[in-house]
Every structure is written in C-alpha cells, then in structure tokens.
C-alpha cells in the first residue's frame, strides 16, 4: 500500500481547479481505478468517462502528467515513489465537466469523409479473392478506437485551433484505409488537398507516439497520402506521365469463382 | 498536501504544458546536432582548399572528400585541390563571382541540402527543434502574429513538396559516391586501403541506406498501389515496398548515421590532405 497525491482537474471549459486528493494505491491499479477511488470515496460528482477497462473502447482519454493517454491503460507504477500525478481533460477538444471533453467534432468530420464507392465491374455477390499482402496497410489502420489522443496532440487542433482547416490524424487515416483499398474507386486527393487541409501536417509524429494501438499513422497514413498529394499536384515527372499515358486505371481482385 | 490551483485549461503559448519529464532533451539534441552540422558544411564548402590527397603520386586513385563531389569545375593552382582529370566540365569557370570562393562543393551542395531539408525525417527533426510547432507532443507550439495564423505546409513551406524531384537527383548522388570509394582504393593505379578509403566507402553504404529509405521512394515503388496481387509487377513491386519499408522504419537511424559519416570523412581527408593527420594505408 503506498500513499500518493493526485490533482485532478475540476471544472468547465473555461475555468477549473487542479484539486488535491490523497489516495492508497494497491499493486496492479491503472490510473483510472484511482480515479473510480476518487469518486467513490472523496468526490461523488467528478465527471469522467470510461467504458471497457481494456484499451478497447477509446473512452478514457485523458492527459496524464501532461501526455494525452487512456487512463485505463496507464499503470500506476509509471511513475516514480511519491511523485504526484496530475490529471487533466483532452486540451484539443471543449470542457463538458472535469475530465469529460466534447469530441463532438470528430464525429462531424467522419462524416465529412466519402464512403467506398465500387467500381460497377466489381459488384457481385461471389466475393472477391483477397490476399493479405493486399489488405495490410488498411488493417492497421482498421484497428484504431477511435480515442482521440492523436487529434488531442496534434499542435494544429491543440494549439493553432485550425480545426476548420484540417482534418486530423485520425481521419487522413480513415481516408487512407479507403484510398488504399483495392476495390474502391473512389478519388479524395483533390479535397485530401484542400478541404482536409492534409498541407497543415507539418509530420512531427506525435499522432504517432501516442497512438495506444500503435498505429504508425505518420510513416504508413499521413506520408503516404501526402505523396499521392505530391503525385497528383506537384510531382512533374507523374504529372507529366499521366497527360501522355492518361490516369492509371484501378485493377481490381479476382472475383471468387 | 498540495493547495488547490486554479488554471486554464486551453491555455497557449510556447512551451506550456504539464509534462513532468525532461521533453526538451530531445529538441536540444537536435537543435546541436543539426546546427553543428551547418556550421561545419558550410564552413568546409567556403573553404575551397584542401578537399583532394593522392599522396603527391599521379595517375588513377585518391581520396576525394565527399563535400566536393562531383567535381564540376575544378579551380587550378589552389593547395590539396585534385588534378584537373577530375574535373567533369574543366577549369574554372571566369562567370564565377569574384566574391565567392572557387569552392567546387559551392556548385553541388543545393541538391543534397534541399534533398534533406525536405525529407519527412529531418521536417519533424527541425520542426521541434528550431521552429517550436511544436517543440515536443502536448507541448506548446510557437503562436504565430499573423492574421491567417499557423498555415503548416500550405503557405511558404508549400516548397517541401519539392523532395521527390531532389529525391530524383539525389539517388545519382550515390553513384557518384561510390565511384569515388572505388576511386579511393588507388593511388597511382595501384590496389590498396587506407582509412581514408574506409570512410569514404562508408559514405555510400550509409547515404543509400538513408536514401532508399525515403518516403518517396517508398510511394512509388510500391506504395502507390492499391492492390499488389492484381497485376502482373504487383509481387515485384510489393517486395520492393517491403525492402524500402524496412530502410524507412530506420531512417531515422541511417539520416543521422550518414550525415555525421559524412562530416567525419570530409575533415578526415582535409586533414591528411592539409598534412595534420597521417593516413595509414597499405601503399606505404
């Protein structure tokens, strides 16, 4: 048992407190249990909003000691003998109450997003033979919980409230799983470009670094659609190529026989 | 018991957060590493000497310092300068500012600067370290005054999408470079190694580890592709992504090991070439 100091924020979007509270720390306690310890033994009405207790669900995401991480996958033995944690909202998104955000904005972005779009010789109902090799890059993007800690710390949202101008991590990696995909035909580069703003990414891959799934979103989403951007617009030699060749036509997977 | 704080949550300005730990190591690195780097380079370019050492035996071989290859033009008459040979386009050229030095690194150096000043690796690298946007994650980036505010790589900085094309030109960089580690196994046509030749081979070995780790290259040989087992090269290709993908995940790692390389071989051979330093090789 080991005695530790926590300063939690309590407040709105506009004004709080760090507010101190003394808790008993067993072995094996995640952070967030210590905030459970908290509402259930000092303060009944702290706000904070979890789900699964696995890293599965994305719904404690919080900034612990500063770093945006989910307090569910946060062991308390991190951190040193006696050093106090502080414990604070997503910085990126508004203040509903202590540690709840409003990640409102998200959701509006996805939808933002056009969906796939077949080709109309691929449309069947036998299936398609896909191979792995085919499909990898988008599965690592397909294994992101939505959590939010990339749009948090990126310093465009965070810092510069740019959030009319690009996107966010999370979604040019949405868009990347759909541009990446063998059967969609569907172009997004020219508003990739513009409306999303994917010229904002300055690519210091901090979406990266705190990505709980460990997805590399700069090296395998974010570069990758920036150098179809680069195809597309500023690249001489494939600009070039495709006023003599034309644009390259997509070539689907085999049909499932 | 620490007293209760008031604070603002969405507070702004360079350098605030709450992050406990030393998160400015990191930028402070960087910022030494990068800025020494720039000191020397262009140093050693300016310098215009001393760059070429053959021992005083004519005939083919020598160690070339890698800051002046290739050799466009070649200014005669000028101390640890290399035989005129070497020169791809001759003498000197008379439209030359008198106010520069006849430094042939003068003439070469823009391809492999820009090459790397727009890499993904190094924008993250000086992006943190010198511009403060920001200087660590969940660390307070630089405001910026002006009316439109922060505009990333949309405004100015629209440039750094010129790394493909200096990636097309850099590649060439290479070859050049292992031709002078081949050049550098000869001293008057004969067989040998120094250390001098080591380093320059390493030059090469590491620049193309750096190299063919690019993000660009990465795109085109394969990454452009949306479905590898749908063509007759998609295997070719996908097995290229797979090789290059494995130098990216380490560019990091080869753009920092190449560059400092670099700078060690070019003042080694300035060195010997100066007569500071006495090469051990096989010759004599």
Known sequence: MDKRTFRVYRGDNERGELKSYEVEINEGMVVLDVIHQIQAEQENDLAVRWNCKAGKCGSCSMEINGKPKLACMTRMNEYEPGQTIVVTPLKAFPVLKDLVSDVSWNYRQNERIKPVKLAPEAKTDRGYVMYQKDVDRIQEFRKCIECYLCQDVCHILRDHDKQDAFIGPRFMIRVASLEMHPLDIEDRLPELKEEFGSGYCNITRCCTDVCPEHINLTDNGIIPLKERVVDRFYDPVTILRRKIFGPRKKKLPPINK | ????????????????????????????????????????????????????????????????????????????????????????????????????????????????????????????????????????????????????????????????????????????????????????????????VGLGSILILGNPIFLAGYTFGCHSIRHLVGGSRDCYSCSMVGNASHESWKLVSWLNRRHELFAWISLIWIVVADLYIRLVSMGVIIDPNTWS
Request: glycine letters at 10%.
């Open chain 2, 1 to 192: 018991m620490q007293s209760d704080t008031s604070i603002a949550i969405h507070t702004r300005g360079l350098g605030t957060t709450l992050r406990q730990d030393k998160w400015w190591i990191y930028p402070a690195l960087i910022l030494f590493g990068l800025t020494s780097f720039l000191v020397y380079g262009f140093w050693s370019a300016w310098q215009a000497d001393y760059y070429w050492y053959d021992a005083g035996v004519s005939g083919f071989g020598g160690y070339l310092a890698p800051f002046y290859s290739p050799l466009l033009f070649i200014k005669e008459g000028v101390a640890g300068a290399a035989p005129m040979s070497h020169s791809i386009f001759g003498a000197w050229p008379e439209w030359w500012p008198q106010w520069l030095p006849p430094s042939p690194s003068l003439l070469i150096l823009a391809v492999p600067g820009i090459f790397r000043f727009t890499c993904y690796y190094y924008r993250k690298a000086y992006y943190r370290a010198f511009t403060g946007t920001p200087p660590a994650c969940a660390v307070g980036a630089l405001q910026r005054k002006r009316k439109d505010g922060y505009r990333g790589e949309t405004g100015l900085m629209v440039v750094q999408n010129i790394h493909r094309i200096t990636m097309y030109f850099a590649v060439t960089y290479i070859i050049v470079f292992f031709y002078d580690a081949y050049l550098s196994f000869f001293r008057g046509g004969e067989f040998g």
